[in-house]
Nanobody
């Protein structure tokens, strides 16, 4: 199955920015839609953003206006640009394909911590 490797997390102050990267083990054109999820402490994993094979994006209400998802097909990579970060954004961030037969393995994720 497809594997994904997340990177780019770190410690930032409230109001700061961070760009996350997700590299897939196969062609993201063939994979199709890819999503960013996050898991905050003590909570279930939740959907943050999605990008389709032709670049159409959708966002959770918590991310609209602050986060931007993009993809570079030639590098099999998707990105999540996060601006105006808040303490509530602190979580482990994961990427994956959509649920179903084509879903990839869950990776280790990348930790984002927003704190003063």
């Amino acid at each position: 199955q497809v594997q994904f490797v997340e990177s780019g997390g770190g410690l930032v102050q409230p109001g700061g920015s961070l760009r996350l990267s997700c590299v897939a083990s196969g062609s993201i054109v063939a994979i199709g839609a890819i999503r960013w999820y996050r898991q905050r402490p003590g909570k279930e994993r939740e959907l943050v953003a999605s990008i389709g094979s032709i670049g159409t994006t959708t966002y959770a209400d918590s991310a609209k206006g602050r986060f931007t998802m993009s993809r570079v097909n030639a590098k099999n990579t998707v990105y999540l640009q996060m601006n105006s970060l808040q303490a509530e954004d602190t979580a482990i961030y994961y990427c994956n394909s959509v649920p179903g037969a084509g879903r990839g393995y869950w990776g280790q994720g990348t930790q984002v911590t927003v704190s003063s």
